[in-house]
């Protein structure tokens, strides 16, 4: 049964930090790895999606990476900002099923 | 941007009343899905749609039901709710078969006294 887990699972970092969350999965079967983040009291926002075939993708100052083999992906977030505060889940769906399974998220703050 | 809706945001109701959680969503997708999510917890799949007139429970054991009629609507119904029923429900889409980003809903924060 695959299990999601991220660490830490709160980090409070002051503005202008590079900063790395983790999430590693227990089964490497998978079909694609989705980060997103959440601000309190509201949905999901998809940032990055990688698919199996993939080792890493970028959007702005977002940086995800996966490695399969290892069971393991990053999100790195570079020169840090107040308004990245929330919290950032990552999900793996798994080959030949709809279903994703999530973590339980990194609550990021971002001091001013 | 995504136009995935659903409401009400927010909902107080008593024990034993039937409610409908509504989501709609403008981008055509086929797929649907219905999470539950608790303070500081993980989401949970209750229900899942790949199309019209196709739905699957998912994971999380619920007492709720769904429906897809048409493309764009994927109702839950909860026939009498209970204060265990208490959580953020949330309703995401995605497009099939290119990709499967998933867009989300501002979810339903539902609390039954």
């Known amino acids: 049964k695959q299990e999601v887990t991220q660490i830490p699972a709160a980090l409070s970092v002051p503005e202008g930090e590079n900063l790395v969350l983790n999430c590693s999965f227990t089964d490497s079967a998978i079909y694609n790895l989705q980060w997103f983040r959440q601000d309190p009291g509201k949905g999901l926002t998809s940032l990055l999606l990688?698919?199996?075939?993939?080792r890493e993708q970028t959007s702005g100052r977002l940086n995800a990476s996966l490695d399969k083999s290892s069971g393991r992906s990053t999100l790195y977030i570079a020169a840090s900002q107040p308004g990245d505060s929330a919290t950032y889940l990552c999900?793996?769906?798994?080959?030949?099923?709809?279903?994703?399974?999530f973590g339980t998220g990194t609550r990021l703050k971002v001091l001013a | 941007e995504a136009d995935i809706y659903q409401t009400p945001r927010y909902l107080v109701i008593g024990t034993g009343k039937k409610i409908t959680l509504e989501c709609s969503q403008t981008?055509?997708?086929?797929?649907m899905y219905w999470y539950q999510q608790d303070p500081g917890m993980e989401l949970h799949l209750i229900h899942y749609s790949y199309g019209v007139n196709s739905t699957e429970k998912g994971d999380l054991s619920s007492e709720s039901t769904v429906s897809r009629i048409r493309t764009e609507h994927f109702p839950l119904t909860l026939e009498s709710a209970r204060p265990s029923h208490t959580s953020q429900y949330l309703c995401a889409s995605s497009e099939s078969p290119s990709t499967d980003t998933q867009y989300f809903g501002p979810g339903t924060r539902l609390t039954v006294l």
């Open positions: 999900a793996v769906k798994a080959s030949g099923t709809y279903k994703y399974i």
């Open positions: 990688i698919q199996s075939s993939q």
């Open positions: 981008m055509g997708h086929d797929k």
